[in-house]
C-alpha cells in the first residue's frame, strides 16, 4: 500500500516511456540521455525537430542533396544545347497526332485514382511538427494549384521568347504546345501520387499526437503540392537540354520551377503537413514522370516557312551564304 509509486508517479513513467519509445529505435542519443536523466516530459516529443532519426540531420541531407542535384542539373548543359542552329520545338507524343491525343486521353484518365477510397492509418510519420499555417498558405502559391498556375505561365512566357528571340512567326502557338506537355506531365504525375496516398495511407506530422493519428484523414505520402512541381521541372530541363538556338530562355524557365519545387519542397515539412520523405518521394516522382512525358516528344526543327531569318553559323555566314557579323547564341 505505502510501498509501490503512486498513481501520478505511474501515469508520468508512462508518459514518458510513450514519449520516447517512437525515437528508441532510432538510437538518438539526445531523447535516450534526456529520458535517462528524468528530463523528458509529456510533452517532450512536441520541442523535437522533425527531421530527426537515427541520429541523422534530414533536413540538412535533404537540403545538401537537392542544392546539389539542382546545381547538377542546371550547370551539366549538354554540349548540343550550347550550339548555334534552327530553333526547335517538342513534336507530337511519339511522332504522330494519334499518340498525343492518346496521351492526353490516358493522363486525363489516369486521375480517377483520385476516387480511390483512402486505407486506414497504418504508417505514421517521422515526428510530430505542429502546423504552420502561414507557410501552408504560402506553400500553395510556390506549389499546388497557385505553383502550378504560376509555373506555366512563366514558363510559358520563357517559351515566347525562345521563339521571338530566334524570330519563330506564330511564337505563342509553339509555346502553347509546350504549355500541352507540362500539363500532360502535372497530370500524369498527380495521378501516382494520388494512388500512393490512397495505398499508403500515411498520418501527417501535425495530427501525430502521442504515437496516434487524430485525423480520419490520411494522405501524406507522397507530397501532391512538390510532385507536380518537380513534373514541371522535370519536363523543363529535358527540353532546356535538348534546345538549340537561344537556349537560354528554356534554362530560365528549368531554374524558375525546379526554385519553385525546392521552396515547395520545405515549405511543405515546416508547415507540418509532410515529413521529409513525403517531399523528397514527391520531388523524384515528379522529375522522373516530367522527364519520360518530354522525352516521349521528339524534339524538331521548326520548319523554314516559320522563320523570318535563318539562324547564323560558327563562322559568321548565314545558310544562304551572305557573310554577316557574329551573334551570341544562348544568353539570356
Known sequence: MGYGPDQSETAAGNDKRNCVEPFRSTGDANVLNAVARGGCEKDCCDGLPVWYGGGVNVERAWLSGASIIAAWMTFSTPCAAQQAGPPNHPDWAFGAPLG???????????????????????????????????????????????????????????????????????????????????????????????????VTARCRPHHFVNGKCTSTVHDAFPSGHTAPMG??????????????????????????????????????????????????????????????????HPMKSVPRGDRKSEPTQSTGQSLEGTPIGFTIQGVF
Open 231 to 296: 513534373a514541371l521541372a522535370g519536363t523543363r530541363l529535358v527540353f532546356a537540354a535538348q534546345s538549340a538556338g537561344p537556349w537560354g530562355y528554356r534554362w530560365g524557365a528549368f531554374a524558375m520551377v525546379e526554385t519553385m519545387a525546392l521552396t515547395t519542397a520545405w515549405l511543405r515539412v515546416f508547415a507540418g503537413k509532410h515529413s521529409w520523405s513525403d517531399v523528397a518521394a514527391g520531388y523524384l516522382i515528379g522529375h522522373a514522370v516530367g522527364a519520360l512525358v518530354a522525352l516521349a
Open 100 to 198: 498525343e491525343a492518346l496521351l492526353v486521353l490516358s493522363a486525363a484518365a489516369s486521375n480517377l485514382t483520385t476516387y480511390l477510397p483512402i486505407g486506414r492509418p497504418g504508417w505514421g510519420p517521422d515526428a510530430h511538427h505542429e502546423h504552420n499555417k502561414t507557410a501552408d498558405r504560402v506553400s500553395d502559391f510556390t506549389g499546388a494549384y497557385g505553383g502550378l498556375t504560376l509555373g506555366m505561365i512563366g514558363g510559358f512566357a520563357f517559351e515566347t521568347g525562345y521563339y521571338e528571340e530566334a524570330q519563330v512567326r506564330g511564337s505563342a502557338v509553339y509555346a502553347g504546345r509546350t504549355t500541352v506537355v507540362d500539363a500532360e506531365s502535372i497530370l500524369f504525375s498527380a495521378a501516382i501520387v494520388q494512388g500512393l496516398k490512397r
